[in-house]
């Protein structure tokens, strides 16, 4: 058996030790049969989280992907993910597997701070993927007793965890033509509602044509480029974006 990779992969770990700790996984959750939230503990007192960074998991010798989380204590040394299992690639059947005492290496947060608090109109859009993210968004919105709209394009296995995670958000099934009844809830936004929201603020997220679909459909209705933060976290036929 070729240790190469495990060499280069342990090799790295030691040249960035200052930013990868180890951390255990404290409780996981199916939130339906595709989306799992779990809690992890470690010691990384002196990291200060802004939401929308990302950690770096290492899930093999020489797989590592990037995941949001949707909550981070550095006091505490907790921080809990919300994962989509796509079952399509090892970080998905590598998610699928952890459990409760498992202990994974985690690189730290890097990344630019999403969240804008100045905002008081804060809109968001996207699906499975940005679950996690737009939890985070919408635990500091309601901290800071600000507003949000959303709406999600979820497969009909997860149509219920908004719910539970307390989003209060619309909900749209996924269709061939990219972003199609999202748009159409957006356009069918009473003319009240939109005259606040037209100047708020919008994060996009999730899949990469689905973005730019939904995009153009705010410019089309005046939104401003400096008023929509786009990420894309997928695009189809591609890996970790």
Known sequence: MNSMPKIIGDFMELAFSSKICKVKVEATQMLSENIKMIRFKGHFPHINFKIGQAVIIRIDDTNYRNYTPSKWNSEEGTFEVIFHIHKN??????????????????????????????????????????????????????????NYLGILELDPVSMKVPDKLGFSVDIVPKSINKAEFAIDILNKLDSKIWDLWQHGYF?????????QAFRKALKEKGVPNKKIYTQAYWAEGKIGL
């Open 203 to 211: 994060y996009l997220m999730g899949n990469a044509k689905s973005i």
């Open 89 to 146: 690639g090892p970080g998905s059947q590598f998610v699928e597997n952890l459990k409760t005492n498992d202990q994974i290496t985690v690189g730290m947060p890097r990344g630019f701070e999403v969240f804008k608090k100045e905002e008081k109109y804060q809109f968001f859009y996207g699906d499975e993927t940005c679950i996690s993210v737009f939890k985070s968004l919408k635990d500091e919105i309601d901290f800071n007793e600000n």
